[in-house]
């Protein structure tokens, strides 16, 4: 007989917290394996960016940044891949992993391009060697999924999570936490399509059977929750938002603790409701107090941060205080030029707020003068026009 294989690279312990978020642990089903792509959504119940690390944490902690822990796993996950290949070969299932985690730090880093290029080699190889129903061949699509969203292939992206949520309710079972993660995916992309109704229904079919089998307070049962009063909202039904964010304020504060960022995005949901049914005072107060809040837990310029200001601002105006909803408006795009550049498209809808509020003062000259400008940074950018 030959040599004995070498044994696969081990993994090293940094990299086994790649994964952020909650994960889907298959605590109803503890043989089969976590799905590691089922953090992945959770990154998504802002609307804005992954939540960040807490702002203390970063101080206190002598650790790697998440984008340093995402660069530390693409470059010891390609060394892993090609040991495992030399070893095992290119096709190995070890192999295969590596490579796939390979993607999902490209994907963390923002190389959405690259992730997808190689989450589709690694699905090639995967149907080849396993067939297409194999649960590591269904998570592989379900990163693949993931992945044409973030290119803004939503229809793609719509049709495979769709396809991947049936194949793995077949093959796993229709409540398994997989199949639950899948269908999550696929209400985001409906979400974003701007297909509500159809969105609603699913969280909500989510919603309950991981209240179901994982329990009320369950993370992943409160993030889908979340959603749930996302669609409300889109859907004008806002005095059922607002019902459903007072009752997840209060389990998320219980569960998490006021200041959680959890607990924040929660409230942020609520006081965005308050709005939507013109109670504008009580709006203002629960934006304000999110956005102090925000600063101190994430920082004052987090993305979630940003977005509390700016409703601080949105209620301001509708109180008619344009003066002061203006200075808030410029302080939340000198941020974002400052972080994320002049052309980026946060920062260019921060300036048209600005404009409107210029307008709304009679300062129509400088409103002018402001949309001309963002308008040919848009055009510079290849971005249309709102």
């Known amino acids: 007989p030959g040599p004995a294989p070498a044994p ?9 917290t790649m994964t952020g978020g909650h994960k889907a642990t298959g605590a109803v089903t503890p043989l089969a394996p976590p799905d590691h792509s089922a953090g992945l959504t959770l990154a998504w119940t802002t609307g804005t960016a992954p939540p960040g690390p807490r702002a203390d944490r970063q101080v206190l902690s002598p650790g790697p940044t998440r984008k340093e822990r995402a660069e530390n796993a693409l470059r010891e996950f390609g060394r892993i891949a090609e040991d495992r290949a030399r070893a095992l ?44 129903d194999h649960p590591d061949t269904l998570r592989c699509r379900h ?23 049936a194949a793995r309710a077949r093959v796993l079972g229709a409540d398994h936490p997989d199949t639950l993660v899948t269908l999550y995916e696929v209400g985001y992309t409906l979400g974003r399509l701007g297909r509500w109704t159809e969105a609603l229904h699913t969280y909500r079919q989510v919603a309950e059977a ?54 924040l995005r929660a409230r942020h949901g609520l006081g965005v409701n308050l709005g939507r049914l013109a ?4 709006a203002l107060a629960e934006a304000q107090a999110v956005c102090g809040a925000r600063e101190h837990v994430l920082g004052p310029d987090h993305p979630d941060t940003l977005v509390s200001r700016r409703e601080v601002a949105v209620a301001l105006g509708w109180l008619g205080r344009w003066t002061d ?29 600005e404009a409107h509020c210029l307008e709304q003062l009679g300062r129509a000259r400088e409103a002018a003068d402001l949309y001309r400008e963002v308008a040919a940074l848009r055009q510079r950018a290849g971005r249309p026009q709102p």
Not at 8 to 16: G, Q, Y
Not at 102 to 110: S, V
Not at 239 to 244: I, N, S
Not at 343 to 349: E, I, Q, R, V, Y
């Open 325 to 353: 909803a203006l200075a808030v408006y410029r302080q939340v795009a000198d941020v974002r030029t400052r972080l994320l550049g002049p052309a980026h498209p946060d920062t260019l809808a921060g300036r048209d707020d």
């Open 8 to 16: 696969a690279a081990p993994l090293p312990a940094w990299a086994h």
């Open 143 to 165: 990163n693949l999924a993931f992945s044409l969203s973030r290119l803004g292939r939503l229809e793609e992206a719509y049709r495979m999570a769709r396809d991947v949520a």
């Open 89 to 132: 070969g290119p096709e190995h299932s070890e192999t295969l992993a590596a490579r796939q985690q390979m993607a999902y730090a490209l994907g963390r880093l923002g190389r959405h391009t690259e992730a997808h290029e190689l989450h589709t080699s690694v699905l090639a190889s995967r149907e080849r060697a396993m067939g297409p």
């Open 279 to 282: 109670r504008w005072d009580e």
């Open 210 to 263: 991981r209240t179901r089998l994982l329990g009320s307070e369950h993370p992943d049962t409160l993030a889908t929750r979340y959603e749930v009063g996302i669609s409300l909202g889109r859907l004008g039904r806002s005095a059922d938002a607002l019902e459903l964010y007072r009752a997840l304020v209060a389990d998320r504060t219980r569960v998490n603790g006021p200041t959680d960022p959890e607990t």
